[in-house]
């Protein structure tokens, strides 16, 4: 079985200063990690992946995510938002093994909105 | 590569007709999957194939909803007949069987049934 908690459904920053979108994970495998995002009225895009090579994921539009095993935890965050940043961000869990081969677990998404 | 392509983007159709949609996955992509995403529910899996067959359907609502993979550039979702609970985006996506690439959405079909 796998599982993902988002731990805010809303997040609100002002431009320039850090993001941080918290996650949390369960699964009974190795755990491949994502985090999609999806701007309004468009399809999912994939900002970045773990699939256990290096802990720290460098993904697109300078986000990044790190890997923590010991917390079960993948927070996403980025150093300067941007205007551009507001969308909703899924976390995503999926596995190698067991009956959840192949499928995506995604969490309920959180929104983020940037002020100017 | 064009990406998943599905259609129609939009669909707007009446209570107790039948709703077809169409999903072309990324050429040389062996899973298919089809999710259905509204405010209430966020976004679900309702079915996925590998290699044109139905792995897990589980998540398929009711009978009136079905899915076929009749070969590996082409898969279909059918409602019928269509409820307004119904109404909602409707997506595509597509991986390679390692998953390391993690799986390609199409733009969705916004489906709305008065």
């Known amino acids: 079985a796998q599982s993902v908690t988002q731990l805010d459904s809303h997040v609100s920053v002002s431009e320039g200063t850090p993001v941080l979108l918290r996650c949390n994970y369960s699964s009974s495998y190795s755990p491949s990690l994502f985090w999609y995002v999806q701007h309004p009225n468009k399809g999912l895009q994939l900002l970045l992946k773990y699939t256990s090579a290096a802990t720290l994921v460098k993904g697109i539009n300078g986000f990044e995510a790190e890997f923590k095993k010991s917390e079960t935890s993948f927070h996403l965050t980025k150093p300067s938002a941007h205007m551009s940043d507001a969308a909703e961000y899924f976390c995503v869990v999926s596995s190698f093994g067991g009956t959840s081969y192949g499928k995506l677990t995604f969490g309920q998404g959180t929104i983020l909105t940037v002020h100017p | 590569d064009a990406g998943v392509i599905q259609s129609p983007r939009h669909e707007v159709t009446e209570m107790g007709q039948e709703v077809t949609l169409r999903c072309k996955p990324i050429?040389?992509?062996?899973?298919l999957f089809w999710y259905r995403q509204t405010m209430m529910r966020g976004l679900e899996l309702l079915i996925y194939?590998?290699?044109?067959?139905?792995?897990?359907d589980s998540g398929m609502p009711e009978d009136r909803f079905s899915a076929k993979m009749p070969n590996a550039s082409f898969s279909t979702l059918k409602i019928q007949p269509s409820e307004p609970r119904d109404s909602a985006v409707y997506f595509c996506?597509?991986?390679?069987?390692?998953?390391?690439?993690?799986?390609?959405f199409g733009p969705g079909t916004r489906l709305t049934v008065l």
């Open positions: 050429s040389g992509h062996d899973y």
């Open positions: 194939f590998n290699n044109n067959v139905p792995i897990d």
């Open positions: 996506a597509s991986s390679l069987r390692r998953l390391v690439f993690g799986q390609f």
